[in-house]
């Protein structure tokens, strides 16, 4: 039986009361007021587009002046996704498709009868922020299989957002194909032009001399936040939903010949350090070289190598300051990684945020390779990745071998995994990973699965047992989640179980040794009670309560209760939000979040939260997020304030103040405020050349530092770097000691080239 301390009893029957009544509440409510009418199945004819062969030659200039454009086959009957679903858009867009021997063309007329004076977008990164953005997105399914898609998107400034999507649940974002994109904007609206090499697109090796693939296309007028299709979707999914996507028929792609790709490059770097160990050298200077190889053995099968793999270039880790007793999930920015990273990233998330808020479980986490646990980079001496995708199997396997480190020893990293198809989007898999090391190993094996029921109702699981060999112990880690979405609710009952000996170290948990049951529910109406309909697009209630024991004893550990009565989704993107928690802790071990002692006990707290942001896509920005109230024995304000100013899309920047200020909490009552400061900048002069930045200063570790990167696409990706990383961090003690200091400054070239 699970217990519950004495005097937490009350307050958590209080709980129950509380989650009982508005849940029942809110299921009514739901269940009562349907929307679903506007929720639709795919149908039994799909939209077509003819794609038209040519023999001249295409000119990349975002003109559309070659004589073919104006011939081929166009379609122009969008329909809209948002605001008002199957409606015909309210801007036009015209799309036209040719092809020869080396590439695939899509031309794309945005009109608007604002012209230019439409057109927003707040930067020029690579993979851009959607929905800051006017862009069009093109997905492929390139198999017909209706689980997969290639997507291909560019703004109105001819910035390139490209990905890999599966059964529109997971995503490679950071997937870079080589393409080549150019636009014009002018008073009639803007216009897009792309060349896609056949070597990027992978298709079956058919037997008819013509294919047809699945196809949609996304235009987002961002000034009215309109969305619109090619094909429709109910709003819930995405266009990558590749079961409701037309179709693309007339294509004669090429046979499959050689494509290997290599990309070798040469770095050199001068290091100073001042203040550390005697065993630190002041002063160095390195020079490094190495590179990756690409080779798609088969249309469903590729071979990456890698030597002395190095990723001066990966943006910084944004700090986070972590008030709760979970850890922090950073994400993987390093290029290696990310490719292919949806095969093996399955993950289920419990409420998760980027702030460590929830449980998140991932059986395979990259970081844990060529990073220490402070994100600090260890040296790979080299490795590979063998991937296989069909619509009915992937398999794959990375192998990795890190270099001995600051008197650590040398790792291999092994990672197999296995995923079967079937049925209407329906997975299952497994996977196994291996450390070791001399005299010690850790093994995780995992099964997992997918089902969907139908296009509203899933099932997702993972299954995970580890063994470490040093201690001879073995763990298990188990979370089911069930998950209802529709256009008007979202519901999802979630139950997890972490034993206190699992130990993934090839993964990530946010907490071990933890009985969880998460269920929750989100309420979208968009009715005729909407007050001020003309900006406020949805009217979304949420209730996320979170129930914790622990699994080593069954005894009570934590309860949520976040309940959010108002929260408004406005037209512009912007939205504005309440809510109220209560928060019961059953600490069993001394706790310090930020450097503030509490003591093992029984505490119950109350907070209050407000949201806001206003429209993303504007010159100033302004995003906002307020947390105060009671916090264990005392009081606790934390607040997160975020301005971005874009006066035009080569420049951008971003500042954020997060300050957590304590009140007479913990064991010594202590009141403090802890500040930590981030400012971005990117400074573009066209999509191939910008400077970035970013500055962070955190009081909790009395810590400063800057990241500047020049970057320069001379070539389709490839790429010349300057980067200057610097590093300051001050020890408080009673007697005060110089700050230590390090300066990188790196000097990188890459090359690409395809065989």
């Known amino acids: ?99 020869d021997q080396k590439y695939l063309y899509c031309g794309i007329v945005c009109k608007d009868p604002m012209g230019k004076k439409a057109i927003m977008a707040t930067d020029f990164a690579r993979d851009f922020d959607n929905t800051k953005h006017d862009y ?52 009639s609206g803007w216009v897009a032009e792309m060349a896609i090499p056949w070597k990027t697109l992978r ?55 050689t494509n290997i ?41 590729v071979l990456d190598l890698t030597a002395n793999t190095d990723f001066a270039q990966a943006n910084a880790d944004q700090q986070v300051n972590n008030t709760t007793r979970f850890n922090v999930f950073f994400p993987e920015k390093r290029q290696f990684f990310l490719e292919n990273a949806s095969l093996f990233g399955v993950q289920i998330t419990l409420n998760a945020d980027q702030a460590g808020g929830s449980m998140r479980y991932q059986p395979f986490n990259s970081r844990t390779i060529g990073l220490d646990t402070s994100g600090n980079p260890i040296p790979i001496v080299g490795g590979g990745r063998f991937v296989y995708r069909s619509a009915t199997m992937n398999y794959g396997a990375i192998a990795i071998r890190e270099e001995g480190y600051n008197g650590g020893p040398a790792t291999n990293f092994f990672v197999g995994r296995a995923s079967r198809n079937f049925g209407s989007q329906n997975r299952v898999g497994t996977m196994v990973t291996l450390k070791q090391q001399p005299g010690a190993s850790n ?37 089911v989640q069930y998950f209802n979405n529709t256009n008007n609710h979202e519901i999802w009952l979630t139950q997890s179980l972490i034993t206190k000996n699992f130990d993934p170290q090839m993964g990530f948990i946010s907490r071990t040794d933890v009985i969880a049951t998460t269920p929750g529910m989100n309420y979208f109406y968009r009715g005729k009670l909407i007050p001020f309909k003309k900006y406020i697009l949805a009217y979304s209630p949420g209730i996320l309560p979170e129930l914790y024991f622990t699994a080593s004893t069954r005894k009570f550990s934590e309860a949520d209760l976040p309940f959010f009565p ?38 119950h707290y109350f907070n209050q939260q407000v949201y806001f942001s206003s429209d993303p896509s504007r010159m100033l920005n302004v995003q906002y997020v307020l947390t105060a109230g009671t916090y264990f024995n005392g009081k606790l304000v934390t607040s997160d304030y975020k301005l971005q100013f874009a006066p035009i899309p080569h420049i951008s920047f971003l500042g954020e103040l997060n300050r957590n200020h304590f009140k007479q909490v913990g064991i010594n009552q202590t009141s403090t405020t802890i500040d930590l400061y981030i400012v971005q900048a990117r400074l573009a002069l066209n999509p191939r050349i910008q400077l970035t930045g970013i500055y ?29 990383n610097r590093g300051v961090n001050t020890q408080l003690t009673t007697a005060p000691i110089a700050s230590q200091t390090e300066d990188h400054l790196i000097f990188k070239m890459s090359y690409f080239k395809q065989f």
């Open 136 to 187: 069009i997105s093109l997905n492929f399914d390139t198999y017909n299989d209706q689980r997969n898609a290639i997507v291909f998107a560019t703004n109105a400034y001819g910035v390139q957002r490209d990905l890999l999507a599966f059964d529109d649940l997971y995503y490679d974002v950071d997937w870079d194909g080589l393409w080549n994109v150019r636009t014009t904007r002018n008073d």
């Open 696 to 724: 962070q200063k955190n009081a909790l570790n009395n810590s400063d530092s800057y990241n500047l990167r020049l970057s320069w696409e001379y070539a389709p990706l490839s790429y010349i770097y300057f980067i200057y």
């Open 203 to 257: 298709y079956p090796n058919s037997k008819d001399s013509l294919q047809s693939w699945g196809f949609n296309v996304l235009r987002n007028r961002r000034l009215s936040n309109e969305t619109s299709a090619f094909s429709p979707y109910p709003r819930i999914f995405t266009s990558s939903h590749m079961n409701y996507a037309g179709i693309l028929t007339n294509l004669q792609p090429p046979p499959h010949s």
């Open 1 to 99: 039986m699970m217990e519950i301390t004495q005097c937490c009893k009350d307050s958590l029957t209080e709980y129950i009361t509380r989650f009982f009544f508005i849940w029942i509440g809110m299921l009514i409510a739901v269940l009562g007021i349907s929307q679903d009418s506007l929720f639709f199945k795919p149908g039994p004819i799909r939209r077509e587009m003819k794609a038209m062969k040519i023999e001249g030659t295409i000119k990349i200039d975002g003109l559309l002046s070659e004589a073919e454009w104006s011939v081929a086959p166009a379609f122009s009957d969008f329909r809209q996704i948002e605001p008002y679903q199957g409606k015909p858009a309210s801007y036009a867009t015209v799309i036209k498709i040719l092809y």
């Open 566 to 603: 108002v929260w408004f989704n406005f037209k512009n993107g912007g939205f504005l939000g309440y809510g109220m928690v209560s928060v019961w802790q059953h600490l069993t071990a001394l706790f310090s979040p930020l450097n503030v002692n509490i003591a093992p006990g029984d505490y």
């Open 261 to 301: 790709s290599f990309t070798p490059y040469v770095l050199t770097s001068v290091d100073h350090y001042r203040n550390f160990a005697l065993s630190q050298s002041p002063d160095a200077a390195a020079f490094k070289y190495g590179g990756d190889l690409k080779w798609t053995l088969t249309p469903n099968s």
């Open 443 to 479: 093994i995780e094996s995992t099964v997992d699965g997918f089902f969907r029921l139908d296009e509203s109702h899933s099932v997702n699981a993972i299954l995970t047992q580890t063994t470490s060999t040093a201690n001879g112990q073995s763990g298990f880690g188990g979370i």
